[in-house]
């Protein structure tokens, strides 16, 4: 059984037991396969409520086998022995608490609170129906050191009755208290409809001067009618009734009855009535509930202006053309070695390479206007240009021009060097060895490129060079 399933039948068990349906509790819990230890304690209590010992001494086992460390199950089994004249599982709760004070499970589904105070003086009650009354007092003032306020006064009546040798009151579990499934879980049960259903939210029909938002309302009386004269169109008044005034949530809200309602900072909720308790009956998303009102904050809706009334037109101009896209250019200077009396196609080739732009996208020239004369080609003659060096150095000018769609005439074929994982859709995955075919570079860290068939970017540093011709 999947944790959807089991989540689901044990919400639907907790309200059995809170609408006083106990056999339709114990036939849904019966039939959750692998119950988790919260949910073999809530079947524990209900044959405890039944006074089933035996079945609630198994079910209490089995929430102990699956969390040895809840002590609120030693504590109910412990009830559940004292019914039948044992000692060990309460003196085991109060191991289990560790040395607090107490224990809210509030956190776990579960609304209370184990006192150790409450713990011992069931330990001196059971030692007490033993008759040994000297234990059954030393574990009740062992059990002043762990007091509140709250428990005093039923810890120093159970100390008179040792005085006196009467057994005293047992502290019990309260009935019907029963671990419950988390109510965000629960929630995330329900079939949301995450595209949502269209609704008018303003209206621009003629005495309607209401704009704003308000929940669905329901149209009363009269429906709408159309009707066409000649391109004129009539239309029927539309009477509305809204509901509630609009609040903005200042803060989260987690409701803790099935009556309070959900809320985060920033929903708008409509609220219908405001008690003088402080909650206020709000609608929001369809639904009804309670929320504090001092979680919202009142929000302020316009009425549209009556000389305004009607819908406007759109104007009759046509809308601006977008702006010319203008290219960018960076002027830069930057040197390389060749052989003196180098051919235009050497040097182009090298240039190419350095600015990794394929040669037919470089034009050099000796001046930096480009013209016709100072245009270094295959025609030019090079022991003219190579009579410019100066010092074993010559400065020539380059201009680029932008390539699109151009690919290479030869591919670049790398190897990787560490396998890699894409972890964004437009990333490339290969395993160390896989030959890779780069397509671009996209900036100085990252390549585009092919491998297996599929085309992504990668990290350059994954990868190095093939050897040519495999030496």
Known sequence: MSFVDTLRQWDEAVTCVDREDI?????????????????????????????DLDAAEKAFDCSIRRDEHLAVA???????????????????????????????????????????????????????????????????????DFKTEAKLNNIDRALQSTLKQKVFKLVEFPLKCLFKPNKHYV???????????????????????????????????????????????????????????????????????????????????????????????????????????????????????????GIRRPPNREPPTRPERKPVCFTFNFSISVPHGSTSAILIERISKKLNLPSTAVTLSLTPEADEQSVIDANTDMESVWSHANGRRITLWCNTKEQTDVKPQNDIHLVALHSYESSNPEDLTFHEGDTITVLSRVNQDWLEGQCNGNTGIFPASFVGEVPVNGQ
């Open 23 to 51: 056999s339709g509790a114990f036939r849904i819990f019966l039939s959750i396969q692998d119950p988790n230890s919260k949910i073999c304690f809530d079947i524990g209590c209900l044959h405890l409520l039944s006074q």
């Open 74 to 144: 030693f504590f109910q089994r412990g009830i559940t022995f004292y019914r039948k004249q044992s000692l060990g599982d309460f003196l085991q709760a109060f191991r289990a608490l560790r040395g607090n004070q107490l224990i809210d499970y509030k956190a776990l589904g579960l609304r209370y609170k184990l006192y150790a105070c409450d713990v011992l003086n069931n330990v001196a009650l059971a030692e007490a129906q033993l008759g040994n009354w000297e234990k059954a007092q030393e574990n009740l003032v062992k059990a002043l």
């Open 187 to 309: 929630a995330e049960l329900e079939k949301k409809d995450y595209l949502g259903k269209a609704k008018v939210v303003a209206s621009v029909v003629p005495q309607d001067d209401f704009s704003g938002f308000a929940p669905l309302q329901k149209v009363l009386n009269h429906c709408v009618n159309v009707m066409m004269f000649g391109g004129a169109c009539g239309i029927s008044y539309l009477h509305r009734a809204l509901e509630g005034e609009p609040h903005t949530v200042l803060f989260e809200f987690v409701p803790e009855t099935s009556d309070e309602l959900a809320v985060v900072p920033g929903n708008i909720v409509f609220v219908l009535q405001k008690g003088a308790d402080n909650w206020a009956s709000v609608v929001f998303n369809e639904r009804r509930g309670l929320v504090p009102y001092n979680y919202l904050e009142r929000l302020e809706i316009s009425l549209a202006s009556k000389q305004n009334e």
